[in-house]
């Protein structure tokens, strides 16, 4: 360090109180960046234990969703698109909303997305605008077709949640919207 620029024109007190200076603020800068380099490895620790954390938090999660969702899958039965259950009463309607619902309740939807939860909603609005005091009569053509679509849309939607459908690239399956 060029020193006599330093205390060229400075006598006495002046001299120690810039010498004091220069070396007191290499210290503090010395300080400084060490304490950035430890908190930048802490911040980076952090947040690999965060995403390990997180990818068995979703693994487990994914786990779950597929055994509630195969629960539900299982539930739409009584209206398939082939071969159609020509037999359907609204007294089995009126059974499959409970049951619809007892799933709902009993843990299952917990598990849905946001979107899968709005889908479920539709079909049980479809199921219930259905329903009414007819009890053993079989369902018509046009209110099976509606209700079937609509479970058929809660299907599709639980084959997308869970991936089931198609090949899901990488970088797709951890860039969620």
């Known amino acids: ?8 024109g400075a006598t006495g007190g ?3 109180f810039i010498v004091f200076v220069v070396l007191f ?15 930048t490895r802490q911040i980076e620790m952090r947040n690999e234990l965060l995403l390990r954390a997180m990818d068995g938090y979703d693994q487990q999660l994914s786990q779950t969703r597929e055994t509630r969702y195969l629960e539900l899958w299982a539930l739409t039965a009584p209206l ?6 020509d037999g359907l009463t609204y007294g089995r309607l009126e059974k499959l909303t409970r049951e619809l619902r007892d799933w709902y309740f009993g843990g299952g939807g917990l598990y849905l997305s946001q979107e899968a939860r709005d889908v479920y909603g539709e079909a049980q609005t ?5 329903l ?3 009890g ?3 369902v018509p053509s046009e209110v099976y077709d509606s209700i ?3 479970l058929s849309r809660l299907r599709r939607r639980l084959t997308a949640d869970l991936a089931t459908r198609r090949e899901i690239h990488a970088l797709e399956a951890i860039q969620k919207p």
């Open 1 to 8: 360090m060029p020193w006599d620029s330093l205390l060229a």
């Open 14 to 16: 002046a001299a120690i």
């Open 25 to 39: 603020g290499q210290g503090l800068i010395n300080s400084l960046l060490k304490l950035i380099d430890t908190r």
């Open 80 to 85: 398939p698109q082939w071969p159609r259950n």
């Open 126 to 130: 479809v199921i219930c605008a259905a």
């Open 132 to 134: 009414g005091p007819r």
């Open 136 to 138: 053993d009569a079989e």
């Open 148 to 150: 079937q679509k609509a």
